[in-house]
T-cell receptor, first 114, second 117 residues
């Protein structure tokens, strides 16, 4: 049973436009959310995160929005650049045994067209 | 400063053979995680260690999978016997103990692509 869902396996966007990647979760105990970015033949790298006490976090071209009542978060990339083409994983975190487990979604492959 | 190191990068083996994947975490990190990536299930946490001790192995799919961390700088994930459905990319990640949520970021290695024929 997937606790974190990314229902769009792929997304294509024109360079300079906005990319919106979506993520839904089911467990109300999740209190911290992250986006990781993955290029081919590399491991995922941290992109941006948000605590459940906030509804928005911004870092340059990247903004994450959290809607707790809908159990939904989204990542906005503005403007999109060809170098943003990658797989994006949404993750939710819950504290356990001294650290925090990440529950990842299945990923969304973003292609930014030049 | 070297990141998480994994070997081999690619492994092709035949069904029934033993497979051993290796990981060297970032020096000073006291948590180590093993993940498996598949198209259907995304990134799944298999097991994680704290100070070389396994804490949670609830994600290990079956008894054919085992993981060890004999010291702070080395961990192995073993599959014996391997099956075609084990074909996936296996990632190792490491992190500090969480002083803040942000400081608990997990750093991933490049992964091992396993193909079981």
């Amino acid at each position: 049973d997937q606790q974190v869902k990314q229902n769009s396996p792929s997304l294509s966007v024109q360079e300079g436009r906005i990319s919106i990647l979506n993520c839904d979760y089911t467990n109300s105990m999740f209190d911290y959310f992250l986006w990781y970015k993955k290029y081919p033949a590399e491991g995922p790298t941290f992109l941006i995160s948000i605590s459940s006490i906030k509804d928005k976090n911004e870092d340059g071209r990247f903004t994450v929005f959290l809607n707790k009542s809908a159990k939904h978060l989204s990542l906005h990339i503005v403007p999109s650049q060809p170098g943003d083409s990658a797989v994006y994983f949404c993750a939710a975190s819950v504290g356990t045994s001294g650290t925090y487990k990440y529950i990842f979604g299945t990923g969304t492959r973003l292609k930014v067209l030049a | 400063d070297a990141g998480v190191i994994q070997s081999p990068r690619h492994e092709v083996t035949e069904m029934g053979q033993e497979v051993t994947l290796r990981c060297k975490p970032i020096s000073g990190h006291d948590y180590l995680f093993w993940y498996r990536q598949t198209m259907m299930r995304g990134l799944e946490l298999l097991i994680y260690f704290n100070n070389n001790v396994p804490i949670d192995d609830s994600g290990m799919p079956e008894d054919r999978f085992s993981a060890k961390m004999p010291n702070a700088s080395f961990s192995t994930l073993k599959i014996q016997p391997s099956e075609p459905r084990d074909s996936a990319v296996y990632f190792c990640a490491s992190s500090h103990s969480p002083r803040t949520r942000r400081s608990n970021e997990q750093f991933f290695g490049p992964g091992t692509r396993l193909t079981v024929l």
